[in-house]
């Protein structure tokens, strides 16, 4: 039944795991003393390959693989190409910013990559034990990589920190999939779509929801879910950050995004207010406590929990609105995140000499580009027209508005403006005129060819999405098209006896 | 319509943002961002006077128009064109680039590149605003507005830059979320964004009025906030005292008097009639509260900061008298106000680029050491405080005349006293830095009179004040094909018996011929 071989199904996977067993082998084969540091520009050239591999499955038909596990759909090409595209950014980041003398670089690159194939999974798995594997091999690399630089205290910290309260969320999500399971007798989501409604336990789907979305919104780090951002952020290396705020949290809103419109589209009414209450907690207590923070990562850390609240508002919009908004949102929250995280990595500094906010006083005068770029993120950031913050939160609004929810759009809409005071304090510091006391220990702020390219395609990516947006909310809204609701005709067989019918 | 007619609108908004990138990029020495950016701005000026060249005032309506699709969803157009009402904003704005860039020549000697660039956006910012009909694209321009102000009033602010920056920046960026709220809500009822379509839906009612009201209310908010109205005016006086000479002089008024006009009660008639008495008594108080505090101030680019309070309120007051007249004096007003407030800004800048103080305290005797400059200073303070014969009696006599037999007598007589009052502290202002004996401060340093560079740009505008004085007709011509009030229902039938209704008091034109 199926035309298309399985293995073009997971294509992007396949690709970025070869790179990242190629990246060990190499590392492992050539001679200690060898730098390592080509072994990263493998890991691009493999994940910009693995992001040509997504772009080429538009041509494949619709439909899942591998006993109807695995799904390609425009939307979940929309969420490959886009967690490629991050982390290959964040790779190239990593090229320029790693100390040179650094003999884990193999490890490191082969454990983006290795993250980069549970994210990808995850946008694509329609089985949810599938989601459970995929959310493992993603939040593995990620607990490693944010203990990457072990020498400092903090480091390990932040790892400890995110694999204990990490693993405790993920275990939510499982046992959310069993009373899923153990209501409807599936895993796969479709017929979970079509089973949950006439569930003879209704109780036991409305609480493995529950779990399963507690499981989630850790994962994106919403409120009240969202205490173990700030400590990991601060503790991982800054290039780490910028992947760790983007990439996964992409993915688990992608699954977010399936679960609630296509899993249980039913229990709506359950959702809906519970998802309300956690974006206007997000936004809040992230704004807040942002206000007070000293630190850049820290500061950046609660604006993410924010930047979760604002996203999370695309979900009181209808189906099609609600997930064309969100999709297009956090394709907009990458671009300008990944952005500043690459500012704030060639500023403070790998080993973080200059982590606060008075540290970047001055950094205008010091170096007038990354002082520009640094104000050009903050403002995207801000949400001001012509930037792509301005139509992420356009988007997810006017989703909320449209869905009914005034009163949470004009709550968001206030957040963004208390979010305004502390980014600005970050730009209105880095335009001041710097002490001379601090000139001396800056780094070097030196901009290599790697660096130079994460940059622009930032930059590109952010002015892109602010000025023509069209093209890429249309990739979004095709995607919310083929998320919409239950396949047309029922399935009616056991589970992973014959494979389901291509949709 | 030709090709030029086309595209005129769409040219002045990119010229100085080509500007801008052209600064951005050139080297950082011998003046060269400066020669850009004056070359950009004359460019921008000639370029928007060809709008009142080739303006059909008989047609009346929106010209120059172009409405493009932008975004397909939601349904975004690039819809620009200029009527009566913002035509001669946009000739405004574009005079005051390159006087912008010249007061700053001397005045900005530290990364002039950075400044002239974002100088120019900001530029075409103020540009987008007058001229979008789509409300999206004009809530684009309105914020993008803010941004590079902000930036230029911490980088190249007085003292402290920095915290004017962020008070101005939150004070308006604040109340533009609830009137993005607004728009959106709009949008979701009427599904475009477009001006004119939407305001036939409000005007057919086919949007339900009780949430209507909250929405007239935000869009109020977010520009009483931008004017400034009374009790929302927290911002005005620091960044008055902070801003570089050439933004202090965009930013206040315009763009929020302009928006009321338009945005506000062009979209929402009732609710506008409705909120008229409130409004109106704040505009009456912020006259005499800011003509108050002005007579108190120690700092003079404070007392400006309180005098523009007064003047604008009085420019609040007649487009809520919702009066023909009172609309066609708000305009022309708003116009004359901002040459003559460009005048004075000149003038205090160079007083204080030769004397490094604002204190009015410290001046005294300046007429004997700085001839000429005394001269204009005097000239544009006749000005501001409307004698007639020069630009601000036009648009003062005008407001107060229809709040007189249009509003209130009563509102129109405590309106008249602020005018008093203005008088006071602005005569006693030229009295206390030009005349008297000589002050330590004045004959410490050396008397350099205005130069010849300031005296080109200066004579112009002092030229202009003048002509807008005796001429009023030839502005107000264009004007009135925009100014149309919503009228209460039984003025209407009124309205409507006489085919072409003469909208300039008749008073006026003798007056300036006299």
Request: charged fraction near 10%; hydrophobic fraction near 55%; include cysteine.
């Amino acid at each position: 039944m199926n035309s298309v071989p399985d293995i073009f199904r997971i294509l992007p996977e396949v690709i970025l795991t070869l790179t990242g067993v190629a990246v060990m082998l190499i590392d492992a084969t050539i001679p200690p003393a060898w730098p390592r540091r080509s072994l990263g520009w493998v890991a691009a050239f493999g994940t910009l390959f693995a992001l040509w591999g997504s772009i080429w499955q538009l041509s494949l038909p619709e439909g899942t693989g591998f006993f109807s596990t695995v799904e390609t759909s425009t939307f979940t090409v929309f969420f490959h190409v886009l967690i490629c595209g991050i982390v290959l950014v964040a790779i190239l980041l990593s090229l320029d910013t790693l100390p040179a003398d650094s003999h884990h670089q193999g490890e490191y690159y082969a454990l983006v990559v290795f993250g980069a194939v549970g994210m990808c999974l995850l946008t694509g798995a329609v089985e949810l034990l599938v989601v459970f594997i995929a959310l493992e091999i993603s939040s593995i690399s990620t607990y490693v990589l944010a203990g990457y630089r072990k020498q400092t205290g903090r480091g390990p910290e932040s790892a400890i920190k995110y694999f204990l309260l990490g693993s405790f969320a993920t275990a939510f999500l499982l046992y959310g999939i069993a009373l899923i399971f153990g209501a409807t007798g599936t895993t796969q989501i479709y017929e979970v779509a079509h089973l949950a409604p006439s569930a003879e336990n209704h109780a036991l789907v409305v609480g493995g929801l529950a779990l399963i979305l507690v499981g989630i919104l850790f994962k994106v780090s919403a409120a009240p879910f969202h205490v173990w951002t700030p400590d990991v952020y601060e503790g991982a290396p800054a290039p780490v950050v910028a992947l760790l705020s983007t990439a996964p949290k992409a993915a688990a809103f992608a699954l977010l995004l399936r679960v609630v419109y296509e899993m249980l589209p039913s229990l709506h009414a359950f959702w809906s207010p519970l998802l309300w209450v956690v974006a206007v907690l997000s936004m809040t207590v992230g704004n807040l406590a942002a206000l007070r923070q000293q630190n850049v990562k820290r500061m950046l850390a609660y604006s993410s929990i924010a930047h979760a609240g604002y996203l999370l508002a695309a979900f009181a919009g209808s189906q099609a609105i609600g997930i064309a908004a969100a999709s297009f949102y956090t394709a907009a929250y990458a671009a300008m995140n990944v952005g500043i995280f690459a500012v704030v990595t060639l500023v403070s500094g790998y080993d973080e000499k200059l982590p606060l906010i008075e540290d970047y006083r001055g950094l205008i005068y010091r170096t007038p580009l990354l002082g520009g770029l640094l104000i050009f993120f903050l403002i995207s950031l801000i949400g001001i027209p012509f930037t792509g913050g301005f139509f992420g939160k356009f988007y997810s609004f006017s989703a909320a508005v449209d869905g009914g929810a005034v009163a949470l759009a004009i709550i968001g809409l206030l957040n963004s403006g208390l979010a305004a005071a502390y980014y600005l304090r970050l730009a209105v510091v880095s335009a001041q005129r710097p002490l001379d006391s601090r000139k001396q220990n800056a780094p070097s702020e030196q901009i290599g060819i790697a660096v130079g390219a994460a940059l622009l395609l930032s930059v590109a990516a952010t002015l892109v999405l602010g000025i023509v947006p069209g093209t890429v909310l249309h990739a979004a809204q095709s995607g919310a098209l083929t998320l919409q609701g239950p396949s047309p005709e029922p399935a009616v067989r056991v589970l992973g006896v014959e494979p389901a019918p291509n949709r | 319509m030709n090709a030029i007619d086309q595209s005129i609108l769409t040219l002045i908004l990119l010229v100085p943002l080509a500007g801008a990138i052209l600064v951005a990029l050139a080297p950082d020495r011998s003046r060269l961002p400066n020669w850009i950016a004056l070359l950009t701005t004359l460019v921008t000026f000639l370029l928007t006077l060809h709008l009142p060249a080739h303006f059909a005032a008989a047609q009346g309506g929106y010209q120059f128009q172009i409405n493009r699709l932008w975004i397909e969803d939601p349904a975004i157009y690039y819809h620009v064109g200029v009527d009566g009402l913002s035509m001669w904003l946009v000739v405004l704005a574009g005079l005051m680039a390159p006087v912008g860039v010249l007061a700053s020549w001397n005045a900005i000697k530290e990364r002039p590149r950075i400044f002239y660039s974002l100088f120019l956006v900001q530029q075409t910012a103020m540009f987008g605003v007058f001229v979008s009909l789509d409300l999206m694209l004009y809530y684009g321009f309105w914020e993008l507005s803010l941004v590079p102000m902000a930036i230029l009033i911490a980088m190249y602010g007085r003292k402290n830059g920095p915290r004017a920056a962020l008070k101005f920046f939150l004070y308006t960026f604040i109340p533009s979320a609830p009137l993005l709220v607004a728009i959106l809500w709009l949008y979701s009822r009427a599904h475009s964004f477009d001006f004119s379509y939407l305001q036939m839906a409000v005007a057919s009612g086919a949007i339900p009025a009780g949430p209507l009201w909250w929405v007239a209310l935000a869009f109020l908010f977010a520009f009483a906030v931008k004017v400034p109205v009374f009790p929302l005016h927290g911002w005005i006086a620091d960044t008055y005292s902070e801003a570089p000479v050439a933004l202090a002089m965009v930013v206040a008024g315009k763009l929020g008097l302009y928006s009321m006009l338009r945005f506000h009660v062009g979209l929402f008639p009732a609710q506008a009639r409705a909120m008229a008495p409130l409004l109106i008594a704040l505009a009456v108080i912020g006259i005499l509260y800011g003509a108050c505090l002005a007579l108190v101030q120690l700092d003079f680019w404070k007392l400006m900061a309180f005098a523009a309070v007064s003047h604008l309120s009085l420019i609040v007051l007649a487009i809520y008298g919702l009066t023909v007249t009172g609309w066609n004096g708000a305009v022309y007003q708003i116009l004359s106000h901002g040459v003559v407030d460009s005048v004075l800004f000149l003038l205090l800048g160079a007083i204080e680029v030769r004397y490094a103080s604002t204190l009015i305290g410290a001046y005294g005797g300046l007429a004997a050491r700085l001839p000429r400059t005394a001269t204009y200073f005097v000239v544009a303070t006749l000005t501001m405080i409307g004698l007639p014969l020069l630009g601000g009696f036009v648009g003062e006599f005008i407001i107060l005349s229809s709040t007189f037999t249009g509003v209130s007598r009563a509102w129109a007589v405590v309106a008249a006293l602020g005018i008093i009052l203005g008088a006071a502290y602005m005569l006693w202002l030229v009295q206390r830095l030009f005349y008297g004996p000589e002050s330590t401060l004045a004959s410490s340093s050396p008397a350099v009179d205005l130069h010849l560079p300031e005296l080109a740009v200066l004579t112009p505008l002092l030229v202009l004040m003048l002509v807008m004085g005796v001429a009023p007709a030839y502005w107000l011509k264009a004007i009135q094909t925009g100014a149309h009030p919503p009228q209460p229902p039984h003025a209407v039938e009124h309205i409507s018996r006489s085919p072409r209704p003469n909208l300039i008091p008749s008073a006026i034109v003798p007056e300036g011929q006299r």
